[in-house]
Each structure stands twice: as structure tokens, then as C-alpha cells.
């Protein structure tokens, strides 16, 4: 990954350049109601940063390509300016492209489709997941997930998320669901509170249980739809069968209990003790595993 050599503020080239000459290679989307706020700090205090500029096609076309600074470039013209300040910078296109790649990232908010979008441009342009995740101080696995995301083309899903439906991350979630329809009912879920980031994995895996038992009755004809309504009734079912395996095993742990205090206590009759080396039994046995009971006289 090439890198531009940091220059000090006093060797950096800056001049102001006509606006109708500047090309934007990579443009991007913005909250319309923020920018104009935008607009108006630079009508009034002025533009109080430069935007940048590569100049190595302008004897060519006339034409310089902008790295970063297109709201500012925006915001000049919609205030009907003709020229704007930029630092000037020379470098082949291909690094142009991507320092502008690396600004959109710094600027788009973590957990949104257009931070997630900006991560797949840079893999398109050769990146290596190690380079993204440097580069977007995140962990790889993050980086794979969100790039993943879009590659598959998940619609529903990032609609979802540019919508504020649901985080990303549980749109990655989701998006590891092996089935389409399967992935609807879990937004569908999500959508009636049914279903969130930390249930998530329990209502899948309860779906796969499902899966796994028609498997084993033989069930080879077509699968009958899965709903909203039929997931509910499994949470509920697997919950009722849960609660009922916990209050069976209090239970046998309270016996279990009861049983060891009566033989503690019987132990310490100095009697039964006697009577018991007299038959060659004297030696209490241990038990296996570990009991909160005190087991010895």
C-alpha cells in the first residue's frame, strides 16, 4: 500500500483554482439537512480548510481530480463562486482514487451501509482485509463481515440498516442465515421486538433444530413455511421445555441434597459407627463430584 510522504504546512503547494476545472473521481452521498448547515459556516466565516487536488492530467485535459473536499467544492459553487483554495499535489490516478477512498472512510459513521460500502471500494481496488482493518481501526473479522455484507447483495438487509430498522450488526447476523426466507422472518421477528442482537443466536439455533429433526423423521417433501408466527411458537415451546428441565433438575438436586444432610447425620450416631466396623463397613465412601454439604462427621 503506497503512501503520500507527509510534507510540512510551509512546502505544501496551495492556489486558488477555477472550480469548473476540478473532476470528482469519487463522489459521495450526504445528509442533505448537515450540509446546508455547511453551506451557510462557509458563507459565513469563510472556507477555513482546503481541499485537495492532483494536477497531473491538467496539461492533458485541463482538468484536475479531486481527492477530498467535495462538500466544500459543493458548497463554493452552490454560494456561486468561481474559484476555490486547494492544496495542488501530483500523483498517478490510481492513488488519487484511493486517498479519496481513505477520506470517504474517515467520514462515514461506523455501523452504516455507506461505512460498510466505502470498505468494499477499497477491497475493489486490492486492498487486503489486514490493510482495510488498519486503515479502518477495526478487527478483520469485522472488516470480512461488513464487506461480505455487501458483496452478497443482501437488499432487505441494507435497507434495513439505512433505515434505522436494525444495527449492521445485526444485519450480518442475519445475513449468516443460510436461507432467504429464513433471513425474512428474523427481520420480520426483529421487527416485533421477538428477536434481537442478544437472542439472535438462540432463535437460530432453535430453527436449525427444527432443520435437524424433520432431517431425521425422513422429510423430503418441500419444507412448510416458516413464519413470524411459527418462530414465536418455538421460542415459547423451547423456553416452556427449558423451564421445565431446570425446575426437574432442582428438584433432584434437592433430593440429592436431602439425601446426603440424612446420611451426615446419621453418620455421627456413634452407635450405627460401631455397628457398622463391626461388620467390616466402617469406611465411609466418597462420592464423585463436588456437593456444597459437609460430608464427614
Known sequence: MKTTPILLMKDRRREMIPIDTIRVINSRTRDEGQFALNVQSIEANG????????DKFVAKDGHYELICGEGRLIAQKRLGRTHIRAEVVTCT?????????????????P????FARELKN???????????AQVACRSLEYVRQYIRLVENGEDRLIQGVEHDIFPISFAILVA??????????LMDAFDQGIV??????????IIAARKDQRKRKGNRGPAPDYTVATLTNDIVNATQAKDSFVREAQGKEGRLFMLLDGLTTLWKDEALAELL???????RPELAGTYNVALSA
Open 47 to 54: 472556507q477555513l480548510k482546503d481541499i485537495r487536488v492532483n
Open 196 to 205: 434481537n442482537s442478544q437472542n439472535f443466536a438462540r432463535a437460530r439455533a
Open 111 to 114: 455501523g452504516t451501509m455507506e
Open 93 to 109: 490516478r490510481k492513488q488519487a482514487y484511493l486517498e479519496s477512498l481513505v477520506e470517504n472512510l474517515a467520514r462515514s459513521r
Open 122 to 132: 477499497l477491497r475493489d481496488e486490492g486492498w487486503t482485509y489486514e490493510q482495510i
Open 277 to 283: 466396623r463391626a461388620e467390616g463397613v466402617g469406611e
Open 176 to 185: 449468516q442465515a443460510d436461507d432467504t426466507s429464513i433471513q425474512n422472518v
